[in-house]
């Protein structure tokens, strides 16, 4: 963890909006920010700070050779990828391929432990996103290296995303006009994604955690079966609440000083497929591998036997994005063959039956790919999916299975309510609601202010001694 989560609110995130309030100028907001970005970065390894500003460096100097000597831009793209690519392989994966290799040739002896950059991933494919759009012409290089530094580096979501182009942001970074309305908005996102992380996730994670023990697998073996759904059900309500609260705090925030990102997130569970699934979670890794892998190696365009190879390495790909190990490829490869199945005939039958029945198997694929996701260890894996079926010599249920449902039951509806737009639904109709009722005075406004007080005092008091705090998003 790069701040503790209070030190982070109510000091360092409270100085950087006083001082950005105090400066005028936009080279002056900018620079506060970049100050800001490196300490909030340096702070978890200040090695890994020289990491960040050497990718941008090669960036920075690939793309403006590209716009001067035009006849050559491949070569510095290819250049820039390389290098990039190159050292995020050596952060990320040395020990995987080394590992990899020991196992199956008992050589090398010794593999390095190499400690993985936070948000190197992240990073990472910003800055490739970057020069290939300069090399593509959709952006021109920027002259001025601080200026890309604080693109790349920005605190809002440079350990944990969303992965922000450079054109999404290039005018924010010149021009970008602080407006209240938009203010509003950011500090009510950032209270919703607060609440999100420090109240549900947070919660989720405590009752995953006791029946998924990552760490004794023989523990694990003696999990009864029903302990291990809930275990993995907690696990799947954790892992979309925590990553989207991320998210929802980056727009929040970004909004705040006048920068817009996208949506990452678009209620993925109400999904009626796989391929919904993935136009809705985790929207710009999905977009950058649809626009700068698939398309580009001729997506569907090339007939079916193409289509399925360039889907192949596009989830290949994602699934060595998320983790330098086997089973994250594994989880890859096990979305490519739903997405494969689908785009054959599948899609065509689940548009034909009622909407219900894609939801139920869109929520049965998703929740056995997270078992998938969840453990590295594969004979830990292979424990999970048969506790799930009792065939560990496991029981089917136990006392701490029942007595954790039971003290928990509410907590879990409402955690299951909140992966839903349920509350969206709910704010939009008292929000009419106020607007009709002439004898109340600023109605709309009051529900709008007390709503993140209460979400912030909330999550406050769930923050405060509370050491467990789990922070899924910083490995990659």
């Given at each position: 963890m790069v701040f503790s989560s209070l030190f982070f609110i109510y000091f360092f995130l409270a100085l950087n909006l006083?001082?950005?309030?105090?400066?005028?100028?936009?080279?002056?907001?900018?620079?506060?920010?970049?100050i800001f970005s490196l300490v909030f970065y340096s702070w978890g390894g200040p090695r890994y700070l020289i990491l960040l500003i050497a990718m941008t460096l090669i960036s920075w100097s690939m793309a403006l050779a590209m716009e001067r000597y035009n006849d050559h831009r491949k070569?510095?793209?290819?250049?820039?990828?390389?290098?990039?690519?190159?050292?995020?392989?050596?952060f990320k994966y040395t020990g995987f391929i080394l590992g990899s290799l020991q196992a199956a040739t008992g050589f090398p002896e010794v593999i390095p432990q190499i400690a993985l950059p936070i948000g190197i991933s992240f990073y990472t494919f910003q800055l490739l996103s970057y020069v290939i759009d300069v090399y593509r012409g959709e952006v021109r290089a920027q002259k001025k290296f601080w200026l890309l530094l604080?693109?790349?580096?920005?605190?809002?979501?440079?350990?944990?995303?969303?992965?922000?182009r450079y054109k999404d942001v290039e005018r924010d970074i010149h021009h970008r006009i602080i407006k209240i309305n938009e203010v509003n908005q950011g500090i009510k996102r950032f209270c919703v994604g607060l609440a999100k992380k420090a109240i549900l996730a947070n919660g989720c994670a405590a009752i995953a955690d006791t029946f998924l023990i990552t760490n004794d697998v023989r523990a694990l073996a003696n999990v009864s079966a029903l302990g291990l759904w809930l275990g993995m059900l907690c696990f799947m309500l954790q892992i979309y609440l925590d990553f989207s609260a991320y998210?929802?705090?980056?727009?929040?925030?970004?909004l705040m000083i006048g920068f817009h990102y996208k949506e990452n997130f678009n209620y993925p569970y109400i999904a009626s497929s796989i391929t919904d699934f993935w136009r809705r979670w985790h929207i710009s890794l999905s977009t950058f591998f649809r626009d700068y892998v698939y398309i580009p190696l001729g997506g569907s365009r090339k007939g079916t036997g193409r289509m399925i190879l360039n889907l192949f390495i596009v989830w290949f790909l994602t699934g060595m994005w998320h983790g330098a190990s086997w089973n994250y490829i594994l989880w890859g490869l096990y979305f490519f063959v739903f997405l494969v199945i689908e785009k054959q005939f599948l899609l065509k039958h689940l548009s034909a039956i009622p909407k219900f029945v894609g939801h139920i198997y869109a929520l049965v694929i998703i929740y056995f790919g997270w078992i998938?996701?969840?453990?590295?260890?594969l004979t830990a894996l292979g424990t999970v999916f048969k506790g799930l079926f009792g065939l560990n010599g496991n029981n089917i249920f136990d006392l701490q299975t029942g007595l954790m449902f039971e003290n928990n039951i509410f907590f879990l509806i409402f955690a299951v309510i909140a992966v839903t737009p349920f509350f969206k639904w709910i704010r939009q109709r008292l929000i009419q609601w106020f607007k009709k009722r002439k004898d109340i005075p600023y109605p709309i406004y009051a529900y709008e202010i007390i709503l993140p007080v209460v979400l912030l005092i909330l999550s406050t008091m769930a923050l405060v001694g509370n050491s467990y705090n789990p922070f899924l998003y910083f490995q990659f």
């Open positions: 006083f001082i950005y309030s105090r400066a005028h100028k936009i080279t002056t907001k900018n620079v506060i920010m970049l070569v510095f793209l290819i250049l820039a990828c390389v290098l990039e690519l190159g050292l995020l392989g050596i604080l693109y790349a580096s920005l605190f809002h979501q440079c350990i944990a995303g969303p992965i922000v998210s929802d705090m980056a727009i929040g925030m970004g998938l996701f969840k453990f590295e260890d």
